[in-house]
């Protein structure tokens, strides 16, 4: 059995992350100028706050695209589920197809009739072409996988 493997493409999307982060931090900083803690505490709470940023942000995104790869065989379509542990869906158990955004980037949501929990594509595959062209070989739902690509790529 042969399985192929798609990654995940940097989304800039994951930057926004980034900019919540910032925004709570400033926020938290301005905070406690109004309740008059000592300067030198705010200052260090902020550089903080934004040193973490910088350093997790990048890290939190590599992570996520490195550990969400997608698997295609004749068995089914293999990808991780909101718990984490991967799960492969035959091609006659997928029942249906959701969108889904967590937090900044886009996720397809897919269903099957014996799984109690979907199944999670990203949205951001590198290969989308190619991953499509594959699924055209195994899955009847083909289609409905193309429109979901298609109108994320709209965006």
């Known amino acids: 059995m042969t399985r192929n493997r798609y990654e995940c493409r940097f ?3 994951a930057l926004h992350i980034g900019r919540i ?4 931090v400033a926020t938290m ?5 109004l309740v008059g ?11 903080g706050g934004i040193a973490a940023t910088i350093v997790s942000v990048p890290l939190l995104t590599i992570l996520a695209i490195k550990c969400s790869p997608v698997f295609v065989s004749s068995e089914g379509l293999r990808a991780g ?20 955004k967590l937090i900044t980037l886009d996720y397809i949501k ?7 929990y979907p199944i999670y594509v ?7 072409d190619v991953f499509l062209e594959d699924l055209g070989q195994y899955c009847e739902q083909q289609q409905k996988f193309e429109a979901y690509f298609e109108r994320l790529a709209e965006k």
Do not use: N, Q
Not at 21 to 24: C, E, K
Not at 29 to 33: G, H, T, Y
Not at 37 to 47: F, M, R, S, T
């Open 110 to 116: 897919v269903y099957s009739r014996k799984a109690k």
């Open 29 to 33: 900083s301005f905070w406690d100028v």
């Open 37 to 47: 803690e000592p300067i030198h505490l705010i200052v260090a709470g902020a550089v």
């Open 81 to 100: 589920t909101i718990y984490g542990p991967y799960k492969t869906i035959s091609w006659d158990d997928i029942e249906k197809l959701r969108p889904m």
């Open 21 to 24: 982060s910032l925004v709570f």
């Open 122 to 128: 990203p949205g951001f595959l590198k290969d989308v």
């Open 11 to 13: 989304k800039y999307g």
